[in-house]
Antibody, heavy 121, light 108 residues
Framework: QLQLQESGPGLVKPSETLSLTCTVS??????????WGWIRQPPGKGLEWIGNIYSTGSTYYSPSLKSRVTISVDTSKNQFSLKLSSVTAADTAIYYC?????????????WGQGTLVTVSP | SSELTQDPAVSVALGQTVRITCQGD??????ASWYQQKPGQAPIIVIY???NRPSGIPDRFSGSSSGNTASLTITGAQAEDEADFYCYSRDSSGTYQVFGGGTKLTVL
């Protein structure tokens, strides 16, 4: 059974880079049947799609975050990562990793539990 | 503002039927998927594609689509269905994914 677990610092200073990792268990991240993605949710607000990466390395980023986001895969560790640069208080959110099957439909079938990242001096 | 529009809040009497809608131009050519999120928990998928329910999702949840509107219907709402619901699909360019703003469902 596929499971996802986010990890990383819970506190990041303004203007610095937020870095999170999602550890995948139950399936090889090299499988070509998934996109590996990130979603975030500011406290008390809705979900926001950040972007995803395919096993070939192709990436897709939200236009609103594209200039600051990098998603990458480490197949040796069965992990994928998110980096968000030049953070501000507006980037304070719960960050989720999730899988999107390669399918004719767009849907996120597995989610991590989420990790809260606070941007504060 | 999101390219997928949802009503912020909807209420339903216990045991009755409720429809939660999601509107957007991209829905004319893309299906939406639907997610239920309870307080303090990660979202879970309840409907995807034309009307597909993942294993473990009760059959009182169903999905449909017409024109620029996707709908999630709960037939015989239960107290445990009270949650936030989000739709998810493509943006108007068809290139990127977006979520709707979410609908808070209250079961009375």
């Amino acid at each position: 059974q596929l499971q996802l677990q986010e990890s990383g610092p819970g506190l990041v200073k303004p203007s610095e880079t937020l870095s999170l990792t999602c550890t995948v268990s139950g399936v090889s991240i090299s499988w070509t049947t998934y996109y590996w993605g990130w979603i975030r949710q500011p406290p008390g607000k809705g979900l926001e799609w950040i972007g995803n990466i395919y096993s070939t390395g192709s990436t897709y980023y939200s236009p609103s975050l594209k200039s600051r986001v990098t998603i990458s895969v480490d197949t040796s560790k069965n992990q994928f990562s998110l980096k968000l640069s030049s953070v501000t208080a507006a980037d304070t959110a719960i960050y989720y990793c999730a899988t999107q099957p390669l399918s004719r439909w767009d849907y996120l079938d597995s989610w991590g539990q989420g990790t809260l990242v606070t941007v504060s001096p | 503002s999101s390219e997928l529009t949802q009503d912020p809040a909807v209420s339903v009497a216990l045991g009755q039927t409720v429809r939660i809608t999601c509107q957007g131009d991209s829905l004319r050519s893309n299906y939406a998927s639907w997610y239920q999120q309870k307080p303090g928990q990660a979202p879970i998928i309840v409907i995807y594609g034309e009307n597909n329910r993942p294993s473990g999702i009760p059959d009182r949840f169903s999905g449909s689509s017409s024109g620029n509107t996707a709908s999630l219907t709960i037939t015989g709402a239960q107290a445990e269905d009270e949650a936030d619901f989000y739709c998810y699909s493509r943006d108007s360019s068809g290139t990127y994914q977006v979520f709707g703003g979410g609908t808070k469902l209250t079961v009375l």
